[in-house]
């Protein structure tokens, strides 16, 4: 019975959360920066990037962004992190005919989680069997949801692709998960033709990284809670 108990008691402590939590970091605006704000932003930055290279040394398939960045990296001879950063930057101008405002977190944004993805993928060992690739791109995706989770209850702006989703959403009326569904696919296309990695950990990524992120939401709005 207690067992029963404790698992349960777990399963309620992981219940995604539909709405993004208000935590006691959250900032009044973009450019509202605190020390224990920016601290929070960075690990969670650096999360997602950790995350996002263990999904790369699964050697199962790549996140769709990614996917992109490691065909340009390929045949740019830039590596995966610099292609990551080049790719930010390129989004980031998709903002100005938008009219999308970055903050804080959308730079730092940019710089953060490309330096995490390099330092993972020179430091996490690449995987050569099934099993080893299924936990590493698993933990990969839990991280990423962790790392979202953190930076997005900040408050300090999105990231360079969520805001030129949001953008794009906000001067054509389409709905946001179309549009989001719309750049994922073709800078999937993109990426795979220039050479990057799509297979079973990009098909996970696709499929369970909402309900990461969604659980993520769900930890940290019962911690802070109390």
Same mark, same amino acid.
């Given at each position: 019975?207690?067992?029963?108990?404790?698992?349960?008691?777990?399963?309620?402590?992981?219940?995604?959360?539909? !709405?993004?939590?208000? !935590?006691?970091?959250?900032?009044?605006?973009?450019?509202?920066?605190?020390?224990?704000?920016?601290?929070?932003?960075?690990?969670? +930055?650096?999360?997602?990037?950790?995350?996002?290279?263990? %999904?790369?040394?699964?050697?199962?398939?790549?996140?769709?962004?990614? %996917?992109?960045?490691?065909?340009?990296?390929?045949?740019?001879?830039?590596?995966?992190?610099?292609?990551?950063? #080049?790719?930010?930057?390129?989004?980031?101008?998709?903002?100005?005919?938008?009219?999308?405002?970055?903050?804080?977190?959308? +730079?730092?944004?940019? %710089?953060?989680?490309?330096?995490?993805?390099?330092?993972?993928?020179?430091?996490?060992?690449?995987?050569?069997?099934?099993?080893?690739?299924?936990?590493?791109?698993?933990?990969?995706?839990?991280?990423?949801?962790?790392?979202?989770?953190?930076?997005?209850?900040?408050?300090?702006?999105?990231?360079?692709?969520?805001?030129?989703?949001?953008?794009?959403?906000?001067? !054509?009326? %389409?709905?946001?998960?179309?549009?989001?569904?719309?750049?994922?696919?073709?800078?999937?296309?993109?990426?795979?033709?220039?050479?990057?990695?799509?297979?079973?950990?990009?098909?996970? #990524?696709? +499929?369970?990284?909402?309900?990461?992120?969604?659980?993520?939401?769900?930890?940290?709005?019962?911690?802070?809670?109390?």
């Amino acid at each position: 019975m207690e067992q029963g108990s404790r698992f349960n008691s777990l399963l309620a402590h992981l219940r995604p959360h539909k !709405t993004v939590p208000i !935590t006691p970091w959250r900032a009044k605006h973009r450019w509202d920066l605190s020390l224990s704000r920016v601290l929070i932003l960075f690990f969670g +930055l650096a999360i997602f990037g950790f995350g996002d290279a263990l %999904v790369v040394q699964s050697n199962l398939g790549n996140a769709p962004w990614t %996917v992109f960045a490691q065909g340009l990296s390929l045949k740019s001879g830039l590596t995966l992190g610099w292609a990551t950063f #080049f790719t930010g930057c390129f989004v980031l101008l998709i903002w100005i005919p938008l009219r999308e405002r970055p903050g804080f977190g959308t +730079l730092t944004n940019i %710089v953060i989680i490309s330096a995490a993805i390099q330092f993972g993928v020179d430091r996490f060992p690449l995987q050569h069997t099934f099993i080893g690739g299924l936990i590493s791109a698993l933990l990969g995706i839990a991280l990423v949801g962790v790392g979202s989770a953190l930076y997005i209850t900040c408050g300090l702006g999105p990231g360079p692709r969520d805001g030129a989703m949001t953008g794009i959403h906000n001067r !054509t009326g %389409v709905r946001v998960g179309r549009v989001r569904m719309a750049i994922e696919v073709t800078v999937l296309i993109i990426g795979g033709l220039l050479g990057g990695k799509i297979g079973l950990g990009t098909a996970l #990524f696709a +499929l369970l990284i909402g309900q990461s992120v969604a659980i993520s939401f769900g930890v940290v709005a019962r911690l802070t809670s109390k």
